[in-house]
T-cell receptor, first 114, second 115 residues
């Protein structure tokens, strides 16, 4: 079975500082991993995904994530936080069933301090 | 850019009433999904739908729930007799092709409040 753990339900960073949002997964099959962002009153927007190939994945808005199989992690980073990055971030893993179910973490709320 | 839309954005209902949540997936997508998020909890899978039938459903998706694609554009989730614990944000999603690598595109959600 698949599951995702996001450490830290709330993360605060100063504008310009490094953003690090943690995600660890459990999967009985090679995982496909996703990060979504949710701005207030909006839906989930894909930031980036890992399927196969290069383990460092770049996404939109300057975010990137690295798949580390040995650590079962897929942490999300951004070198320099911007005020507009304040949002809820969700890590998800996809199973390989025909139903293509996604398993989400509990989310991390990012606050950017000016 | 194409997007998934959902209506209404907020629905308030009395316990025991039926509700229908509506979604318009991205037009050329073939796979459709419903998820829910109870306040403060994780986003949970409810059901996936392909070729006019359910592909997979979770334990949450019991006999009180049903899904339908009544026409070429809408995808609906019906809850026959709502319970207090059905209060949650419900997200619709769609994806283009088959396989677990396909990205699911999510709508903005419908907040359901059961009184």
């Amino acid at each position: 079975a698949q599951s995702v753990t996001q450490l830290g339900s709330h993360v605060s960073v100063s504008e310009g500082a490094l953003v690090l949002l943690r995600c660890n997964y459990s999967s009985s099959v090679p995982p496909y991993l996703f990060w979504y962002v949710q701005y207030p009153n909006q839906g989930l927007q894909l930031l980036l995904k890992y399927t196969t190939g290069a383990t460092l994945v770049k996404g939109i808005n300057g975010f990137e994530a690295e798949f580390k199989k040995s650590e079962t992690s897929f942490h999300l980073t951004k070198p320099s936080a911007h005020m507009s990055d304040a949002a809820e971030y969700f890590c998800a893993v996809s199973d390989n069933s025909a139903g293509n179910q996604f398993y989400f973490g509990t989310g991390t709320s990012l606050t950017v301090i000016p | 850019e194409p997007e998934v839309t959902q209506t209404p954005s907020h629905q308030v209902t009395q316990m025991g009433q039926e509700v229908i949540l509506r979604c318009v997936p991205i037009s050329n997508h073939l796979y459709f999904y419903w998820y829910r998020q109870i306040l403060g909890q994780k986003v949970e899978f409810l059901v996936s739908f392909y070729n006019n039938e359910i592909s997979e459903k979770s334990e949450i998706f019991d006999d009180q729930f049903s899904v339908e694609r009544p026409d070429g554009s809408n995808f609906t989730l019906k809850i026959r007799s709502t319970k207090l614990e059905d209060s949650a944000m419900y997200f619709c999603a769609s994806s283009g092709g088959r396989g677990s690598t396909d990205t699911q595109y999510f709508g903005p959600g419908t907040r359901l409040t059961v009184l």
